[in-house]
Antibody, heavy 123, light 108 residues
Framework: EVQLVESGGGLVQPGRSLRLSCAAS????????MHWVRQAPGKGLEWVSG????????GYADSVKGRFTISRDNAKNSLYLHMNSLRPEDTAFYYC????????????????WGQGTTVTVSS | YDLTQPPSVSVSPGQTARITCSGD??????VHWYQQKAGQAPVLVMK???ERPSGISERFSGSSSGTTATLDISGVQAEDEADYYC????????????FGGGTKLTVL
């Protein structure tokens, strides 16, 4: 069974940093692209970032470009999201998502979702 | 680039619910659908317009024609009450991704 377990969320002050982690199991992690998708309270889904199977292709939403960095460690079956210069508008539930293809382009499909972790940016 | 969904759809149990998603680039790109029940993570219920993932009920079907994609749920049950989001690509680039605003399906 595919499992994605996020961790690292919490309450953080504006301008500070946070690192999210996602532990994957139940599938060949190094065969698939991985993504982070977020959902602000009461709002819809927003794709945040995606990374290809070998980290060779990476993409970001304009809203986080230059502040967030996605990475993966295939040896540890883990996905990460380093979030810097956090803003109140980054407050959201962050989901780790397995893609269906090897590339994180917008032609991929968000196949399996983790349960998410909450990030709250507030002073 | 936007994908437009109706904010809400209401049906009685046993009826067919139809949720639409409109966008100018849909003739060129697949649409995928996600179901999100209250307090839960989204689940992929339809991929590439018409393909139902393993484990998804046969009551779910998808179609696409021109600039509109449709998710149909036949024999609606109380358990189908959820938010449904469509997602597709943007012809202008490989990023970013585009989601519809979501449709709240209410089972009366």
């Amino acid at each position: 069974e595919v499992q994605l377990v996020e961790s690292g969320g919490g309450l953080v002050q504006p301008g500070r940093s946070l690192r999210l982690s996602c532990a994957a199991s139940g599938f060949a992690f190094d065969d698939y692209a991985m993504h982070w998708v977020r959902q602000a309270p009461g709002k819809g889904l927003e794709w945040v970032s995606g990374i290809s199977l070998n980290s060779g292709s990476i993409g970001y939403a304009d809203s986080v470009k230059g502040r967030f960095t996605i990475s993966r460690d295939n040896a540890k079956n883990s996905l990460y999201l380093h979030m810097n210069s956090l803003r109140p508008e980054d407050t959201a539930f962050y989901y780790c998502v397995k893609g269906l293809t090897s590339s994180p382009y917008n032609t991929d499909v968000l196949d399996v979702w983790g349960q998410g972790t909450t990030v709250t940016v507030s002073s | 680039y936007d994908l437009t969904q109706p904010p809400s759809v209401s049906v009685s149990p046993g009826q067919t619910a139809r949720i639409t998603c409109s966008g100018d680039a849909l003739p060129k790109h697949y649409v995928h659908w996600y179901q999100q029940k209250a307090g839960q993570a989204p689940v992929l219920v339809m991929k590439k317009d018409t393909e139902r993932p393993s484990g998804i009920s046969e009551r779910f079907s998808g179609s696409s024609s021109g600039t509109t994609a449709t998710l149909d749920i036949s024999g609606v049950q109380a358990e189908d009450e959820a938010d449904y989001y469509c997602q597709s690509a943007d012809s202008r680039s490989t990023y970013p991704w585009v989601f519809g605003g979501g449709t709240k399906l209410t089972v009366l």
